[in-house]
């Protein structure tokens, strides 16, 4: 298996420390090329994921995302620079795209207690805030 048909795998590793991984080959000829990666499963952060080689049929896009709660800006940065830089994209509200085309939502866990606030004065702001934001600025909400 060459690293190239693990380099997501290892760009997530970059910046998530995992326990854990295995990966499974495709033994039958199917529509993907033999010996090709089918699934890895991983760890990030604690959580199990499985990804699927979907093959030129199914690409990614917004509606499925990889949603990270922050605690604090330090972390937001670190995980955005990860994300964003060598062929990332960054799209607004927290939104971005790493090089491979996955979706992720970095966001600090206290944006949905301000969005969500009972007081819509506090509400309005950090909305008001988090729209015009690329990267979300935890001071700016």
């Not at 499974?24 to 990666?37: A, F, K, M, P, Q």
């Not at 830089?85 to 790493?98: I, L």
């Not at 506090?122 to 600025?137: E, G, H, L």
Request: proline fraction near 3%; aromatic fraction near 10%.
């Amino acid at each position: 298996m060459t690293t190239m048909r693990l380099k997501p795998q290892i760009f997530m590793y970059r910046f998530y420390p995992t326990r854990e991984s295995r990966t499974r080959h495709i033994i039958e000829i199917t529509r993907l090329r033999r010996n090709s990666v089918l699934t890895v499963e991983f760890e990030l952060n604690g959580r199990q994921f499985l990804a699927l080689n979907g093959g030129p049929f199914f690409k990614h896009s917004e509606a499925a995302s990889i949603q990270v709660h922050c605690e604090t800006q330090e972390e937001i940065d670190r995980l955005w620079g990860a994300i964003t830089t060598n062929g990332g994209e960054e799209s607004t509200c927290g939104w971005c795209k790493d090089s491979f085309g996955v979706s992720w939502q970095i966001t600090p866990r206290i944006l949905a207690s301000k969005i969500y606030n009972a007081d819509n004065s506090v509400a309005d702001k950090a909305w008001s805030a988090m729209m015009s934001m690329r990267k979300i600025i935890i001071a700016g909400l």
